[in-house]
Structure formats: C-alpha cells, structure tokens
C-alpha cells in the first residue's frame, strides 16, 4: 500500500486493531533472513504499554536487529539487552504517536498513527475505546521514508544514528523488491476482516457490560454509575495519555433528606440532581455516585474551560432544585480538573469540596498544573 498525498492523514483505527498490525509487523521483523542488517523502530508512548511487548522486542534484538524504542518518560527504562532506547518530552508530538517500523534491504513495513485523544462511544473501557488516525505499508519505500524521518526526529547518540546510516546504505544498495503491489489487497482484506470482528466484538461486550450494570454497575436509586464500574472503566489507562476531565459535585444534605423527609423526597432529590447533569454529558461521558452526597462527572477529552463550566453550571442547576421541591433546599458546590494522572485524582478533588462552604460556585483545582 504506497502511502499518497491523498492518503497521509491516514484512516481512523480503534486501539485493538492497531495491535494486531503491530503485531503483524513484529512478525515481519522476525521472520527476516538471518544476518541480514534490519532496523527496527518503534514508538510506545508510555513505558506501561511496552512492558507488555518486552520479550518480543528482546528477540527481534537478539537477531541482530538495531532496535530502537520511543518512550515519552523523564529516565530511561531498564531495557533487554541489545534494546536501546530514545526519550520524548511529553509536549513533543512523537509523544502521542504509536508507530512500529521494519526496515532492511529486501523488504519493509511500517504502521503510523497519531493518538486522537478520544474515545469512541460503546467501548467496554477507555483504554479500549482510545482512536487514532493513521497509516500502515508493507512497501520498503515506506518504510524507508519512516526511518528518515524518526532519524532526524529523536534525540538519539551518535554511535545510533551511525548504525541507521549503515543500515539505509546496506538498503539503497539494494533495488526495491519487486511484486510488492502485489501484497495490497490481501493485506487489505485480512486488515478489514481484522476490523470488522473486532467491531462485533465491542458490540457484543457492550451488551454484555449493559446487562450487568442492571446489578453491579449502576446505582439502584438514582441509575448512576457505580464505583465498581468506574474503577473498571478506567483501568489499564497509561499514564499520560488520555486527558480526562473530572468534576466532582457535592450536593449538602442528601444523606440526611430521609431522616428529615422520608424515603420519597430522598429519591426525588436523587433524580433531580441525576436529571441537572444528564443533558450535559456525551455520548462517552459518565456521572458516578462515589457517595451518599458526592457525584463525579467523568469527561473524557473535555478542554479545561468546558469542564469549568460544566462544574459551574452543574452547580447552579442543583441550588435551583428548590424550585421543583420547595421543602428542600440542596446547596452544591463542585471542583474541576483535566487530568493525565492516573490513578485519577478524585481524593485530591474531595478535600477540595471538603473546604467549601454552602452555596459556592466551583474554583477549578490545579492537579496537574494547569
């Protein structure tokens, strides 16, 4: 598949997908002739998803592969022998890239995407529900172009770049393979009968996780979310990617509302504080009950500013509840952040609650520096 002008943005991939293409360059790499000079590189984003794929990059360097490995971490990974690494600041745009890339003088392959920072609606988690836009060629011209530009892009030593130079001279010796258009429209075939499984797949999760939070995941009273569904939800997110926006709402007195007014003003105060945010979320965006008065509102992908004022407006949706329910009087306030931290911050957010007094509207709290 030769990469165009036309085609450079590339297409929209969900996470699994790209695994597997990763997986299937992997496999190139390894099934290459012995000795050959081969390079190899590939960029992880985060050390927690290369640890999973240690072994295999172990053995694609002891086949005498220079391996290279992108990381945007502040120290260097302890890596397998023959495995060298390359560090990204975590503003650079290599930073969101996933990409793995095969390169020697008989053949190639390389996949290219750039994290969209999103997540798609129906996903069993967010770490699962992660887009990305990009590309993949099993053409050595391609692979070729890659390696040019991930040379010029790292911060790597001299005696690396060295070594790539050697490898690009042992490959411009040799003519482009022939036959290579050849490959396309299978590799297109399986790629797509690869995509559409993996669709029925989430589909069928997502009915699945659908009838359990009928017992598990959701809150009997409200239909909130639970806890337990948000700590599902989230799990196997890496550190620093997914930028999460969080507001938790503090709603005063709905632990005491059936002590003072019975069961039935209790659930409808639920309801409504339920209903004041309901018509603000998105498709992939979730209201979790963490407590008898606490609601956090899960924003995947929000700016700051708009999680802001969905904390601000939250706020002055429950203080006007009173309105409904005149006998009861259910001031909020709320605190605001976007997050890349993870375990998500949602302590930090409730001492900010903690310290509020009755009425105030939310002042967003700086957890990550913003």
Known sequence: MTI?????????YGKRLLVEISHAIERFAMAGPPGEPLVVIAMFQKWSYFEREVEVYRRIADSGALTIVGLAEDLPPR????????????????????????????????????????????????????????????????????????????RLPHETVAAIDRVLGDVVAVPEPLAQDQWDAPLRFLTERV????????????????????????????????????????RGLGEGTLPIGLVLLRVFGVSDLRARHGLRAELAALHGVADCVADMLGEVDKVVRLGRDD??????SWAPADVDRFGAEACVRVNRLSDHYPFVHLPGVAAATVTRRRPLPVDQLAREVTGATRGNVPVPVSVDGR
């Open 195 to 234: 995509d559409q499984a993996e669709r029925l797949r989430l589909t069928a999760e997502e009915r699945l996780a659908d009838a359990l939070e009928e017992g598990h995941d959701r809150d009997p009273r409200t239909g909130l979310h639970t806890v337990g569904f948000l700590d599902r939800w989230t």
């Open 295 to 300: 609601f956090l509102a899960v924003l995947p």
């Open 79 to 154: 890596l397998p022998p023959g495995v060298r690494h390359a560090l990204v600041d975590a503003q650079d745009p290599l930073a969101r890239e996933w990409s793995v890339t095969v390169l020697g003088p008989h053949g190639g392959a390389t996949l290219v995407a750039r994290d969209l920072e999103r997540v798609g609606s129906g996903a069993p988690t967010l770490e699962a529900g992660r887009q990305f836009r990009g590309r993949w060629s099993f053409r050595r011209e391609d692979a070729y172009r890659q390696v040019l530009r991930l040379r010029s892009q790292l």
């Open 4 to 12: 165009t002008a036309r085609d450079e943005a590339g297409r929209l």
